[in-house]
């Protein structure tokens, strides 16, 4: 079986999808070849001749080889200025090449000028017509050979972010044609959000065989009639994919410790919506399997993708030398809810000398009262000494802000600007997002609502705000108010571009790398 990641998404680390598939189906007795065509797709494309007539696109064609050495070099993460050049420039290449194709494509996106991801008639237009994909000569080159080795004629599509939506049936619309008897399956995060909807029929029929609503691994094994050998989930394979070629100073490793959300709350949260389950790793089989990567992989980075570490899981991760490989301690970073754990000085300590090195955090909202509305489980102040716990014990913060939502107000906002006015050193990076209201979220149908986007395949929906809170007058705020605030624009000028959080953790650990040292020994009891 082939499993296929497709572009466009960030080129800086292996899928987490098809890596885990990947694994679990080995243990199983069959044999499968991952494929990052993400990756590939994004070298494809910088490597792709050009004719460029303005200065800037000249100069950043010359230094292409120069500037992808560099974004897999450590130094680049010590100069913020330089990093923005460097993959301001990688960008403006991919963007050059998109532009023979009629399509906007950056680093981490994929903008098509007439189709749509969110219409399903598009979708089926882009499968028609493959070889009008700014990927044709790329993927119509490179599949054949590994499908005429293949020998369970299976092919299956990772298909998570909709920026891989139309490049995904470009590359299923060829396998169709030119490969007709193969069994084409999808699955993914987008096609599960789909195939969650409210009387979901599935307008693909025809194109593909299979369509995978939540995890792939069960379902996988049963498409090929195969029949369950291992007990536990093993570890995610990597050695298949070119690590040495992702754009990252060192391999990053993706790992689920768990699906769907331990908390699983959250007013008009998609998991909630969506009604996905949590499914936790045992946190001892966690620890055995990181263990095992990092002494197989030495990797320079875990990234812990889960939608929130579990507090079991990660007093268990707060030991010292938890990642060790050969002496060389592996750091890590995921997304952690906040809790009174993260206040705990010792705690934070303890995980810092585990290897975290950075902890994204979901914060929201500084306003008490928009949070206990939106059922978010967390504290102000417990958010403002968890902030602080972390600076102590030097694990950068990836703070997560979200506007809009029908609970918010402007007055509320503002609140939510002066606490990181506050405790703007404590903030490393900022996320800034406007709300989108899921069609299927709890409480919807209270709220005076209009189509968001045009398209049967559209998993939001607009909204008249209860408050007058409307995405225009938020837009306004955001760009000329809360943007604007000195503390803010610091902290934003250190967001990485393109990739944000998945390198923002590189940078946390330049810092340390410059000289602060911890100590090995520290603990959590």
């Not at 679990?24 to 007539?53: H, I, K, M, S, W």
């Not at 998109?98 to 680093?107: D, T, Y």
């Not at 030495?298 to 002496?327: Q, T």
Request: net charge neutral.
């Amino acid at each position: 079986m082939i499993l296929i990641h497709p572009p466009v998404a960030k080129p800086c680390e292996p899928p987490a999808g098809i890596t885990k598939l990947a694994g679990f189906l080995r243990a199983n007795g069959v044999d499968c070849l991952p494929l990052d065509a993400n990756l590939e797709g994004t070298l494809y494309l910088l490597d792709r001749p050009l004719q460029p007539t303005d200065t800037w696109t000249k100069r950043a064609t010359r230094n292409l080889e120069r500037n992808l050495h560099a974004l897999r070099e450590w130094q680049l993460y010590e100069s913020p200025d330089r990093y923005r050049r460097t993959v301001m420039d990688l960008n403006r290449v991919i963007a050059a090449s998109g532009k023979q194709s009629h399509v906007r494509i950056s680093l981490s996106d994929f903008q098509h000028e007439q189709l749509s991801p969110l219409r399903s008639g598009d979708l089926l237009a882009s499968a028609d017509h493959p070889e009008a994909d700014p990927y044709y000569h790329y993927f119509s080159a490179r599949l054949p050979p590994l499908i005429q080795q293949d020998t369970d004629g299976v092919v299956g599509f990772s298909l998570t972010y909709l920026s891989q939506a139309i490049p995904t049936f470009a590359m299923i619309g060829f396998l169709r044609r030119e490969f007709p008897a193969l069994r084409l399956v999808l699955g993914g995060g987008l096609v599960t959000s789909w195939m969650r909807r409210e009387g979901w029929r599935s307008p693909f029929a025809g194109l593909v065989d299979d369509m995978v609503d939540g995890p792939g691994e069960y379902p996988l094994l049963r498409i090929l009639g195969k029949s369950a050998l291992a007990l536990d989930i093993p570890a995610p394979r990597f050695l298949d994919l070119p690590m040495e070629r992702y754009l990252a100073p060192g391999s990053i490793l993706p790992y689920a410790a768990s699906s769907g959300c331990y908390w699983g709350r959250c007013s008009f949260c998609p998991e909630t919506a969506e009604g996905n389950e949590y499914g936790p790793l045992p946190p001892d089989l966690v620890v055995e399997q990181l263990r095992s990567l990092a002494h197989e992989m030495k990797p320079a980075l875990f990234h812990l993708v889960d939608n929130a570490l579990s507090p079991v899981l990660m007093e268990r991760m707060a030991r010292p030398g938890l990642l060790s490989a050969d002496d060389a301690r592996t750091l890590w970073y995921g997304f952690a809810r906040i809790t009174p754990h993260l206040a705990n000085p010792d705690f934070c300590r303890a995980l810092r000398a585990s290897g975290c090195v950075m902890l994204k955090l979901g914060l929201e909202s500084a306003d008490q009262e928009v949070l206990d509305s939106m059922h978010k489980g967390h504290n102000v102040d417990v958010a403002r000494r968890a902030l602080a716990a972390l600076r102590q014990a030097d694990i950068a913060t990836y703070v997560y802000l979200l506007f809009g939502t029908p609970q918010e107000t402007e007055a509320a906002a503002r609140t939510t600007l002066q606490f990181v006015v506050n405790e703007g050193e404590h903030i490393d990076f900022l996320n800034l997002a406007l709300f989108n209201l899921p069609v299927a979220a709890p409480g919807v149908c209270l709220l005076d609502t209009t189509p968001f986007y045009t398209g049967d395949l559209s998993l939001y929906t607009d909204f008249k705000h209860p408050h007058g809170w409307d995405r225009r007058e938020v837009r306004q705020f955001l760009d000329k108010e809360f943007k604007r605030h000195p503390v803010v624009q610091k902290i934003l000028n250190r967001h990485p571009l393109f990739f944000t959080s998945n390198h923002a953790p590189f940078f946390a650990a330049s810092r340390a790398r410059r000289g602060e040292a911890l100590d090995s020994r520290a603990g959590y009891v």
